[in-house]
């Protein structure tokens, strides 16, 4: 008999990526939208966890991702954690027409922004956020769902020293790269 909170196969977790390496006779990247299969799992489980590990954050706009992972945090129940990740310049660039810019600047003001989406969206509350890469401005907007939680748990993925601090700054768990291990960081 399985456990309550874990599945068949023994994890208390499922966590989704976007990016995923490259399977034989795979047409190649992305795979699956990280968001759409946490949703889909999201319904057809009752006691997993279920993280992106992780989303893209500057393909989509900070609404769209706060607006993504509410609705998700609503399937599950409450078991969603938004894991977010910067990728690489070519794939945000050439692959998604998204501005980089600065990585870690860039996410956290797409952090505050999701945040303070969260806070806001059943109030109608105008919103004015600045900002060099995410600066947000709406007026009239309420959510017409209701919201499960404000508080979804961020984590944030990082491989070197700057978006790691970041990820302990700012986020509520890291998410680490298969290259990065405490020597890698340390020597950086």
Same mark, same amino acid.
């Given at each position: 008999?399985?456990?309550?909170?874990? $599945?068949?196969?023994?994890?208390?977790?499922?966590?989704?990526?976007?990016?995923?390496?490259?399977?034989?006779?795979?047409? *190649?990247?992305?795979?699956? $939208?990280?968001?759409?299969?946490?949703?889909?799992?999201?319904?057809?489980?009752?006691?997993?966890?279920? *993280?992106?590990?992780?989303?893209?954050?500057?393909?989509?706009?900070?609404?769209?991702?706060?607006?993504?992972?509410?609705?998700?945090?609503?399937?599950?129940?409450?078991?969603?954690?938004? *894991?977010?990740?910067?990728?690489?310049?070519?794939?945000?660039?050439?692959?998604?027409?998204?501005?980089?810019?600065?990585?870690?600047?860039?996410?956290?003001?797409?952090?505050?922004?999701?945040?303070?989406?969260?806070?806001?969206?059943?109030?109608?509350?105008?919103?004015?956020?600045?900002?060099?890469?995410?600066?947000?401005?709406?007026?009239?907007?309420?959510?017409?769902?209701?919201?499960?939680?404000?508080?979804?748990?961020?984590?944030?993925?990082?491989?070197?020293?700057?978006?790691?601090?970041?990820?302990?700054?700012?986020?509520?768990?890291?998410? $680490?790269?298969?290259?990065? $291990?405490?020597?890698?960081?340390?020597?950086?």
């Amino acid at each position: 008999m399985t456990p309550p909170g874990v $599945s068949p196969s023994g994890s208390r977790w499922r966590w989704l990526a976007e990016r995923r390496p490259r399977a034989p006779r795979s047409p *190649g990247f992305p795979n699956r $939208s990280a968001t759409v299969t946490a949703a889909a799992l999201a319904t057809a489980t009752r006691r997993v966890r279920i *993280g992106t590990a992780i989303a893209l954050a500057f393909t989509r706009s900070p609404m769209i991702i706060a607006l993504e992972a509410l609705d998700i945090d609503e399937l599950s129940d409450g078991r969603f954690v938004l *894991g977010l990740g910067t990728g690489v310049r070519r794939l945000n660039e050439d692959w998604h027409n998204a501005h980089f810019g600065k990585p870690a600047e860039h996410m956290r003001e797409t952090v505050r922004n999701i945040r303070h989406f969260w806070e806001t969206c059943t109030t109608g509350a105008e919103i004015a956020l600045t900002g060099e890469y995410q600066p947000m401005r709406m007026r009239g907007y309420a959510r017409p769902f209701g919201v499960r939680r404000t508080d979804i748990p961020i984590y944030l993925a990082a491989m070197g020293p700057v978006m790691t601090r970041l990820a302990g700054a700012i986020g509520d768990g890291w998410i $680490s790269h298969e290259l990065c $291990s405490p020597r890698y960081l340390s020597a950086r």
